[in-house]
């Protein structure tokens, strides 16, 4: 019976076989590196936030406990019989649908300009659509508000629109410009030998190919929408409240932990929701891609 000599065994195999092995291996254990990683960075504070939305105020949860000692509904009793969160819940989740489709179509003309055309001061276009993200967006807010008050849209719906709808554009603008640079232009040239006219080319070669940015610029505008705080509280308080308006109630001097834990919960918990649906039909390689100019 012959018998097998495992040095003799790895020196049959090929060197190159041997590296591509260890190579794999190693990339094996850098993902699972990255996704233990990525689940205590994201996990941990949710985590929290679960934790002290359920803290029993008779038994506060302080140093040196790990863990609090009692857990009870007080917190979440207290911010649905004692807020205005249902009506919060309403407003925030009417505006953010109107100010996504005023993004879209605000942006659609101007992202295909910047993405299909050659135009002198493209670049410089380009810096100012991110200037509302990138200025502070109390100075955004207080520069508006004079505005907003002149044409009789502060207190209104229609403004708190338009102010959301504001902030959401850059997002929708970059992102829809990136996704109409990436059609190919011999698709458009053979569309056209063809005989396909505008509407034709719009329907069957622009809107599937864009149609992943667009998703994506969605994503991105809806959920400016729902967190945005300082337009809101300029513009919009006491007429309005949103969930951020609730949220930062909480905070400040009177800081309660616990209250705003459930407030942060009921704003987060819709937008993963949101995402997770949004994701079955938007493929993660489709939304590298409509990113990837970014």
């Not at 990525?38 to 406990?65: E, H, K």
């Not at 911010?79 to 649908?97: Q, W």
Request: hydrophobic letters at 55%; proline letters at 7%.
């Amino acid at each position: 019976m012959a018998i097998t000599n495992p040095s003799v065994a790895t020196l049959a195999v090929p060197l190159h076989v041997l590296q591509a092995r260890r190579i794999r291996r190693f990339y094996i254990m850098l993902t699972v590196f990255f996704v233990v990683v990525q689940l205590v960075w994201i996990g941990t504070p949710i985590l929290m936030a679960v934790l002290w939305s359920l803290v029993n105020p008779d038994y506060p949860w302080s140093f040196p406990n790990l863990f609090p000692t009692h857990l009870a509904p007080a917190p979440w009793i207290y911010v649905f019989k004692y807020t205005n969160i249902i009506r919060a819940l309403k407003t925030s989740y009417s505006v953010a649908p109107f100010a996504v489709a005023l993004s879209f179509l605000f942006s659609l003309p101007t992202a295909y300009v910047l993405g299909r055309k050659n135009i002198p001061g493209k670049k410089i276009f380009n810096l100012i659509v991110l200037l509302p993200i990138i200025m502070p967006g109390m100075v955004v807010a207080l520069f508006l508000s004079r505005v907003f008050t002149a044409l009789h849209l502060s207190q209104t719906f229609f403004g708190l629109v338009l102010a959301h709808t504001l902030m959401g554009l850059p997002y929708m603008i970059r992102v829809l410009t990136t996704s109409f640079q990436t059609i190919p232009q011999d698709v458009i040239d053979a569309a056209e030998n063809l005989g396909a006219g505008t509407f034709v080319k719009i329907r069957d070669v622009f809107l599937p190919m864009v149609r992943p940015g667009l998703l994506a610029g969605m994503i991105f505008a809806f959920t400016t929408s729902i967190e945005e705080f300082n337009l809101t509280f300029v513009i919009g308080t006491p007429t309005f409240e949103t969930i951020p308006t609730i949220l930062y109630s909480f905070m400040g001097y009177n800081f309660i932990r616990t209250n705003a834990a459930v407030v942060a919960l009921v704003m987060m918990t819709p937008n993963i929701i949101m995402l997770f649906i949004v994701e079955r039909f938007l493929k993660s390689d489709y939304l590298s891609a409509s990113l990837g100019k970014m």
